[in-house]
């Protein structure tokens, strides 16, 4: 306890119990300082306006009666230790307010000054114990609510981890099962492609060759056209084919040139017009799958404007900085519902070009509307030092 007097507040209605009190406690003077008053209105008032440290309480008072007048008071100023005063042999009543968080109870008749003194240091003391404790365990349970809080919140984040992750492993596993799909399919355009056109082609030229036996010698420069015609034409296909399957170009001159070779050819396929934007790729290479990418979404665009757009012109733009290569493929043809294409899921066009885009970590967006156009977006991210050149 420090060494500051201990504030004593006397709620008292009898005089003379009053002057034994203080008269008691005077023996101690510098340990404690009393104030006195008669009723429990003014004792409350006290205890608004001052910080006591102890309320010596008689029960009977003018304006409050019994163990309400300790409820009263302990309700105003909780933090204060309060001893009652209760008339000789009144003992049910002062335990019952010890049970209810008084500090000690003490018999007006029955007090000496060694005694109230004593009961007065215990009982601000316990008073300070209990508060103290009270504090601590709050502060515990604070600190728990939080932890509580922390853990909790570590939680959600961690099963929302697990999610995203379930996410992009169920993605992963649909894109891979994709990719097998695209390749089987691909080999049977390939496999359908050598059947019905370079197959017919070579059976159409084992024809003119056995005929061309048994010709007389002077019909034998008719047929030799016939079969080179025939080759000329297996020639062209196995070129298409291979360009198909993957223009040289790509991996020897890099994106552009490829672009404008597949341009070039495709404008005199299609009678569609291609005009072209660029920047960054003039000089640079970039890593071949982003090359490889780039050029399969721009075919495939291209494509479906000569295949559904009805329009004779396309403009095509792609530009590279260090961060990304950004593509367009803008026609103002037909247009189309987007939503409801790609919903159908019946072609595989426009998901392979998103795929593609996804698979690289960057995305496509597709902008159309019946009547509007169409304007496909890609982004494809380039990592730092991509740029192979
Ligand atoms: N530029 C465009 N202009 C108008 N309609 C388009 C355009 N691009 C796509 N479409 C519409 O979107 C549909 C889906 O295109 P997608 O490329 O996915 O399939 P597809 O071209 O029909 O078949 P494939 O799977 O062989 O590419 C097309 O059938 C067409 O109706
Ligand atoms: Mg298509």
Redo the contacts with the bound molecule.
Sequence with gaps: MDDKPIKVLLVEDDAAAAEIVKALISQDAGVFEIEWVVNLSDGLSSLADNNFDLVLLDFGLPDSEGLDTFLKLQKHSPMVAVIPLTATGDESLALKAIQLGAQDYLFKGRISGQLLTKSMRYAVERKRSEEALRRAHDDLERRVVERTQELSAANAKLTEQIAVRRRAENELRRLSHRLVEVQESERRNIARELHDEIGQLLTGLKLVIEMASRMPIERLGEHCHKAQALVNELMGHVRDLSLDLRPAMLDDLGLLHALLWHFERYTSQTGVAVKLTHTGIENERLSPEIETAAYRIVQ??L???A????TNLVKVSASADAESLILQIA?E????DVQS?LAAG???????MRERAQLLGGSLEIQ?ATGN??IISALLPLEQGESIA
Excluded: I, M, P, Q
Aim: proline share 0%; glycine share 24%; charged share 20%.
């Design positions: 495939e665009a494509t479906n404007v295949r559904h757009a009805g026609d043809g037909k247009g189309f294409s019946r072609s595989s066009g426009l998901a392979g159309s156009g169409t």
